[in-house]
């Protein structure tokens, strides 16, 4: 683990599509093709990316219709940075970016898929593991098409 202090962290809104592709593969995500990476980085609504010096150590994006629903994915914090409170600062910053723009009288739906047994690190900042009352299972499928043009759900 690195002896980083959490004090050593700052946070921008830009990163590279090899940095993004970078973070993935630390954690041990898919690698995205490259233009499909520019087009998502390009699309999100919010970016937070956690800096070590020069380095991108951390991420979180939100991705949304800008007035209802809004969707938090790539949460990442690379290995050596986590457990420092890297994720938590992350979150938080995405969902204050949502919470500001709330008015009296209005409510927005911010929702994400976590990844396997990280629920209890998302129910801190007020998430719900569905089904959850009369909110059925969250759901997803991989859509990925093969060299020989096939197209298979997984
Ligand atoms: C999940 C992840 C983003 C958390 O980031 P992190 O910087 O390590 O977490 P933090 O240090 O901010 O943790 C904040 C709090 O959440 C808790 N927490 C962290 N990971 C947790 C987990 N997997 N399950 C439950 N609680 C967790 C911590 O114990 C800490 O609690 P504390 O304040 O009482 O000390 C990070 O571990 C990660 O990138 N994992 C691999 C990729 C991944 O799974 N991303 C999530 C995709 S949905």
Redesign the pocket.
């Given at each position: 683990m690195s002896d980083i202090k959490e004090e050593e962290i700052t946070y921008t809104n830009n990163i590279s599509v090899d940095a993004y592709n970078g973070l993935r593969k630390s954690?041990?995500?898919i690698q995205l093709a490259r233009k499909r990476a520019a087009i998502a980085l390009g699309n999100s609504f919010y970016l937070c990316v956690a800096m070590s010096g020069e380095e991108p150590v951390?991420m979180?994006r939100i991705v949304s219709d800008g007035g209802y629903t809004y969707f938090?994915?790539?949460?990442?914090?690379?290995?050596g940075?986590?457990?420092?409170?890297?994720?938590?600062?992350?979150?938080s910053r995405a969902m204050d970016y949502i919470q500001k723009d709330v008015m009296e009288g209005e409510t927005v739906m911010i929702s994400?898929?976590?990844?396997?047994?990280?629920?209890?690190?998302?129910?801190?900042f007020g998430f719900h593991q569905r089904p959850f009352g009369n909110h059925g299972s969250g759901m997803s499928v991989w859509v990925s098409r093969d060299s020989q043009g096939n197209v298979t759900k997984y």
């Open positions: 954690v041990g995500w951390g979180a938090i994915t790539d949460v990442i914090v690379k290995p940075y986590q457990g420092k409170h890297v994720g938590m600062e992350l979150i994400l898929m976590s990844a396997f047994e990280r629920e209890s690190f998302y129910k801190q």
